[in-house]
Nanobody
Framework: QVQLVESGGGLVQPGGSLRLSCAAS????????MGWYRQGPGKVRELVAF???????NYADSVKGRFTISRDNAKNTVYLQMNSLKPEDTAVYYC?????????????WGQGTQVTVSS
């Protein structure tokens, strides 16, 4: 089974930057689609960014031009670079993987990391 551990969250001022990391262990994630989700206070969890095994990326409209998702398969790690942060980006950020195992598609999650954007 794959375990995901997020890190890099914290408190940052509006306009600042953070880089989140999602380190996987247990098996390689190189063939998996990987995403970052977030859940703000009183809100539903939403997809922020996704990267396929081939490196194709997609972003929520609210973060386009500010966030960048990337992956380093050699390190079995996915990143989310967040620039020009806004108070509305405050949320718990979760790493997610989607795997196709012999036709069975399932996903797996990390425990989340808190990002707070405030002055």
């Amino acid at each position: 089974q794959v375990q995901l551990v997020e890190s890099g969250g914290g408190l940052v001022q509006p306009g600042g930057s953070l880089r989140l990391s999602c380190a996987a262990s247990g098996s390689s994630i190189s063939s998996d689609g990987m995403g970052w989700y977030r859940q703000g206070p009183g809100k539903v969890r939403e997809l922020v960014a996704f990267i396929t095994s081939a490196g194709t990326t997609n972003y929520a409209d609210s973060v386009k031009g500010r966030f960048t998702i990337s992956r380093d398969n050699a390190k079995n790690t996915v990143y989310l670079q967040m620039n020009s942060l806004k108070p509305e980006d405050t949320a718990v950020y979760y790493c997610n993987g989607v795997r196709n195992s012999r036709g069975l598609i399932y996903d797996y999650w990390g425990q989340g990391t808190q990002v707070t954007v405030s002055s």
